[in-house]
């Protein structure tokens, strides 16, 4: 049975084979922001990492966000 996290790190593997960056989207919570870390994903957003803000801000890697 595929799972969510087999779907991520498909994503991920196809996205590196093109050179393009994969970005978690809706992280909400500590466990959602471990399991795209385990699948290898580098980048995400949501509302645990920040509010929605009228600015463009560039994301972060999540190696800058504590636990």
């Given at each position: ?26 992280i ?9 870390r ?13 509010r ?16």
């Amino acid at each position: 049975m595929t799972t969510k996290r087999d779907i991520v790190k498909a994503i991920r593997d196809v996205s590196a084979g093109f050179g393009a960056t994969v970005i978690a989207e809706g992280i909400e919570t500590m466990e959602e922001l471990h399991a795209v870390r385990q699948c290898g994903v580098e980048f995400g957003q949501g509302y645990l990492l920040g509010r929605p803000t009228p600015s463009c801000v560039a994301p972060h890697p999540f190696q800058h966000v504590t636990s």
